[in-house]
């Protein structure tokens, strides 16, 4: 069933949890995504990247089309969320196509002028109904303003989310995008103070690359919305890896991303019992 991204994200919050949203790039993600959160008998959040719309030629109709009716005929909630934007004509989409909130992603412009569009973004969205999340601290991982070993202020992050009116932040806090190994420490001691700073909930990205036990602390500390996508990949891709291994002689598509599919369902599974009370599961 379709949910509200905002809703999801307080009520994590508030039940001293977390929700996790999880990068989509094929049908079979947002199936499997499903699959794990209703596993878990838990609510989801089901993110289309602009870099995935490029893979998908440039059109976010027909991927978000199907991923929207994958949520819609869900047991458990789910949202659906349009990741780091950076296109305004990609961000005129969203609402047309289903999604209730969106990542605006401005975070390679100069301080000024990022505060100045994300604004702009924020009310051109809140005309739409949408849930806004934007970024101001860099992120590791992407290059250029995502260096490694960036982090967020966090009183610039109160003046950022004041003068935008954004209702979530992501903040770099350690964490790194396209990590495929778990071994991201992160600086507790910075969530906690952002936390106590920002009146917004915090977004840790580029959470695949962090340990079960450093994302019970940052959820214990604040963060509110973890963002994974690498973990699916590598699930997906050592999968059929394997089976195209095994059985050198298989051509039936079918055969290995059903079993790639699962792989990704447990991995969501066993992530969004991690995030729902910051424990570690049994």
Not at 108 to 120: C, G, I, Q, S
Not at 124 to 144: F, M, N, P, T, Y
Not at 250 to 257: E, F, G, V
Not at 268 to 278: D, E
């Amino acid at each position: 069933m379709l949910a509200p991204t905002g809703e999801l994200v307080a009520a994590a919050h508030a039940a001293g949890g977390a929700v996790g949203a999880f990068n989509v790039i094929t049908i079979e993600h947002a199936e499997a995504i499903v699959a794990g959160a209703e596993e878990a008998l838990l609510p989801v959040i089901l993110q289309i990247s602009e870099n995935a719309v490029r893979f998908h030629h440039g059109r976010l109709a027909p991927i978000a089309a199907a991923t929207r009716a994958i949520a819609d005929a869900a047991s458990v909630p789910v949202a659906l969320h349009l990741d780091h934007v950076e296109s305004d004509a990609l961000l005129a989409e969203a609402a047309a196509n289903g999604f209730g909130s969106v990542m605006y992603d401005a975070s390679r412009l100069p301080y000024a002028e990022n505060v100045a569009a994300t604004a702009a973004a924020v009310r051109a969205c809140r005309a739409q109904g949408l849930w806004v999340e934007s970024e101001l601290g860099e992120i590791g991982g992407k290059g250029g303003s995502h260096a490694k070993g960036a982090r967020t202020d966090p009183d610039e992050a109160a003046a950022f989310v004041a003068a935008t009116g954004v209702d979530a932040l992501a903040v770099a806090v350690g964490s790194s995008h396209a990590m495929v190994t778990r071994s991201a420490r992160l600086d507790h001691e910075l969530i906690g103070r952002l936390a106590a700073a920002v009146p917004v909930p915090l977004v840790l990205h580029g959470s695949s690359g962090v340990p079960d036990d450093e994302l019970t602390r940052a959820v214990r500390g604040g963060m509110s919305k973890i963002n994974i996508g690498t973990a699916l990949n590598t699930a997906f891709t050592g999968t059929v890896r394997a089976a195209l291994g095994d059985q050198p002689d298989l051509i039936d598509p079918r055969r290995y991303l059903a079993s790639a599919r699962s792989a990704m369902a447990v991995t969501v599974s066993s992530a969004l019992r991690v995030l729902k009370s910051g424990v570690i599961p049994a």
